[in-house]
């Protein structure tokens, strides 16, 4: 009888123990995905590295898209969506764009699907960024209320990591597989105080230079012309060029925002290695835009992109980010653009900066971090994904120079992106690949 009693005492602890235990949680960097594609990523360096192409990235640390009309989209657009694996590990997303939901949720299928073992559910909420940022920024605060993942966006980054004090959940061991790949200078920004890394990036966003080859070639501008401008005063002395012609009216050779901080941060790249120039930096970059205002070549706007639909600028310097904004609302612009570097003060100057982005954090109220990080840094940056998802899908510059590389995907004819300017983005990318400094926003 005691027997018996005791029996069905440990029989009951253990069915009260079973119903209330989670299904095991992936350690950061170890669940059956993240092994797979760290294998499969060191063979991609390892044979990289055989070819002779050198470790450089790695040892110096250093649309197709979405369619709102498809049933898939229509369902991301609402306010929150549950998708994935009921009998998988819960986790809640943050983000402020819709499209972003869609794409998670494909890449949720493709993990609950080759890792079976670690699924996953989530909960998708989408909201306001004015409203996301303070609803993360309190929840850290108080240490209650955070989701597991939040999309930020680049310039909220400081804000959201100052300080750290354990309200992010370091990426370091779930984004390894990936970095030999994807280009220092948009991961390190990431980097926080204490050294680790704190968010996935989703595009590289960098500076670079937009020309208008149709108004110019009207003033007798060549493309040759356009490519031999390296410096600012190059650039200046183009605008001249282009003010002098005749027929003008309403044009400028550029307009600009000067309180667009790409400016601050472009200058302090091209001084990125010279302390004492850095100090000067913004003060130099801001005399040059006002002279190029007071001789006429360029003109003061609060609205940008209104002046380049609207057919009134030659040329302006902006994220390869708003390549975007030609694709989804200047459809008349097509074969017009031209993309090059940015000019320089002096030859040899870094000529760019990492500027728009979407990065993602894992919060440190997160039940299963680990598994949250396996899952973002795979969604994010993995090469396949990126390759056959992100830069289809979302149309996002990807920071995975394996792929800048990739003629089939870099001139890839069936991308609208690939065929809207009058070169392939990825060529500019290629070209500037070691010129693109680390500047945090």
């Known amino acids: 009888m005691v027997y018996r009693r005791i029996c069905a005492v440990i029989l009951i602890l253990m069915a009260i123990s079973l119903a209330g235990c989670e299904r095991p949680k992936s350690p950061m960097g170890t669940s059956k995905v993240a092994r797979s594609v760290r294998a499969r990523m060191a063979e991609r360096a390892k044979g990289d590295k055989a070819a002779g192409e050198g470790d450089g990235a790695l040892s ?15 369902a991301a657009s609402e306010d929150t969506v549950v998708d994935g694996d009921p009998k998988g590990t819960h986790m809640e997303l943050w983000t402020y764009n819709p499209a972003h939901v869609t794409y998670y949720r494909k890449l949720l299928g493709k993990w609950n699907t080759e890792d079976p073992d670690y699924t996953i559910e989530i909960t998708f909420r989408v909201m306001p960024y004015d409203e996301l940022l303070a609803s993360l920024t309190k929840a850290l605060n108080e240490g209650q209320g955070a ?18 004090s354990g309200t992010l959940y370091p990426l370091d061991a779930s984004a390894a597989p990936y970095l030999y790949f994807m280009h220092p200078s948009r991961m390190d920004v990431y980097i926080g105080s204490d050294g680790k890394r704190y968010a996935v990036p989703f595009r590289m966003g960098a ?52 309180e667009d ?59 390869l980010a708003f390549m975007d904004n030609f694709v989804q609302d200047m459809h008349d612009q097509y074969g017009k653009w031209y993309i090059t570097r940015c000019p320089v003060f002096t030859n040899g100057q870094p000529c760019s900066v990492c500027l728009d982005d979407s990065p993602t954090v894992i919060t440190a109220q ?19 994904n990126m390759k056959s998802i992100l830069w289809p899908d979302l149309s996002y510059d990807v920071c995975n120079t394996e792929l800048w590389e990739d003629k089939a995907f870099a ?31």
């Open 261 to 319: 901080p790409m400016w601050t941060m472009l200058a302090l790249a091209e001084y990125s290695e010279d302390t004492e120039k850095a100090g000067s930096a913004a003060s130099e970059m801001t005399k040059a835009y006002q002279g190029w205002i007071d001789a006429g070549i360029a003109r003061s706007v609060t609205d940008v992109e209104a002046e380049i639909a609207a057919g009134n600028a030659a040329s302006f310097t902006g994220s």
């Open 207 to 258: 500076a670079v230079q937009y020309w208008n080859m149709e108004l110019l070639e009207a003033a007798g501008i060549t493309q040759k012309e356009v490519d031999a401008v390296k410096t600012w005063e190059d650039f200046r002395a183009l605008g001249e060029k282009f003010k002098a012609a005749p027929g003008q009216g309403t044009k400028s050779f550029t307009v600009l925002d000067p």
């Open 366 to 384: 997160s039940k299963a971090p680990g598994l949250a990080a396996d899952y973002i840094c795979y969604a994010k940056m993995y090469t396949d």
């Open 60 to 74: 110096a640390g250093l649309s197709g898209r979405i369619s709102a009309a498809t049933a898939e989209a229509d």
């Open 147 to 164: 989701p597991d993942i939040c999309d930020i966006d680049a310039y909220s980054f400081p804000e959201v990591s100052k300080g750290l």
């Open 411 to 441: 001139h890839d004819a069936t991308n609208e992106y690939n065929t809207f300017f009058r070169n392939c983005p990825y060529d500019v990318l290629k070209e500037i690949n070691d010129r693109i400094a680390m500047i945090r926003p």
